[in-house]
């Protein structure tokens, strides 16, 4: 009798199975950016941004900054820029650079021809910074 149970169980899972269909497993990106769906990005987007705990300095200095000082300041950049350009000029054009001591604005420019280069020292006369270049010769 148990061996006529086991048998009519077996052939009824049999029948039963037969019956049963199965689907293929498809993998579906959740990232937009990997093929996922479109409407996933802001949900992305927000949880990458909970999660960052880098928070971004933010320099607002130049609006406390005196009108007067931030003018002095680009004023010496663009002399500086000038200068740069015209030593840049004179060094490899056809007159070359002379030598000597020149005064400009807050600055004192030193230039001397030597056996490795042309080494210029500017000496800023407002805060005492000093600033040495070597241009060498090719």
Request: a negative charge.
């Amino acid at each position: 009798m148990k061996l006529n149970i086991s048998v009519t169980l077996t052939i009824l899972l049999t029948i039963f199975l037969q019956n049963v269909y199965s689907q293929d497993l498809v993998y579906k990106p959740v990232n937009p950016a990997f093929g996922g769906d479109s409407f996933n990005y802001q949900w992305l987007l927000s949880s990458a941004q909970e999660q960052n705990d880098f928070k971004e300095k933010t320099n607002l200095n130049f609006l406390n900054q005196d009108p007067l000082k931030q003018f002095e300041q680009d004023l010496n950049r663009q002399i500086l820029s000038q200068i740069s350009r015209r030593l840049v000029t004179d060094v490899f054009g056809e007159e070359g650079l002379k030598d000597g001591t020149f005064e400009i604005g807050g600055f004192q420019i030193e230039i001397n021809s030597r056996g490795d280069g042309i080494h210029i020292d500017i000496l800023d006369s407002s805060n005492g910074n000093e600033t040495s270049i070597i241009v060498p010769y090719f």
